[in-house]
């Protein structure tokens, strides 16, 4: 039986993006986006805390998406805030492929 536990989210069927790419996804109820960076994946928040632009469609640089309403930039390993206008991070996940689908860790640090 593998390990479970409350922190562990598997979404089964859940096809990861290309590299370059980005998907949107909804675990435990909340919205992620899951991008591929030369292969290797992020997953944070999907809503930005501004007042809710899709960062799943945002543009990624290096390691940060900019948010596609007004410009706030986000790390995607940490869900930290770069740039405002936002002032609060989004959720990070730590996320890989397993079996047919994804499993996402909600990242603590
Ligand atoms: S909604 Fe993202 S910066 Fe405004």
Same mark, same amino acid.
């Given at each position: 039986?593998?390990?479970?536990?409350?922190?562990?989210?598997?979404?089964?069927?859940?096809?990861?993006?290309?590299?370059?790419?980005?998907?949107?996804?909804?675990?435990?109820?909340?919205?992620?986006?899951?991008?591929?960076?030369?292969?290797?994946?992020?997953?944070?928040?999907?809503?930005?805390?501004? #007042?809710?632009?899709?960062?799943?469609?945002?543009? &990624?640089?290096?390691? $940060? +998406? /900019?948010?596609?309403?007004? =410009?706030? %930039?986000?790390?995607?390993?940490?869900?930290? #805030?770069?740039?405002?206008?936002?002032?609060?991070? &989004?959720?990070?996940? $730590? +996320? /890989?492929?397993?079996?047919? =689908?994804? %499993?996402?860790?909600?990242?603590?640090?």
């Amino acid at each position: 039986m593998e390990p479970s536990g409350p922190a562990r989210i598997v979404l089964a069927g859940v096809v990861p993006p290309a590299d370059g790419g980005a998907i949107r996804v909804v675990a435990d109820g909340t919205p992620v986006a899951v991008f591929n960076r030369g292969g290797t994946l992020y997953a944070i928040g999907a809503r930005c805390p501004h #007042v809710g632009g899709p960062l799943d469609q945002g543009t &990624v640089t290096g390691h $940060r +998406v /900019r948010c596609p309403w007004h =410009g706030s %930039v986000f790390d995607l390993e940490t869900g930290a #805030v770069v740039t405002g206008p936002a002032e609060t991070p &989004v959720p990070a996940y $730590r +996320v /890989r492929v397993e079996g047919d =689908g994804l %499993v996402l860790e909600p990242r603590t640090s």
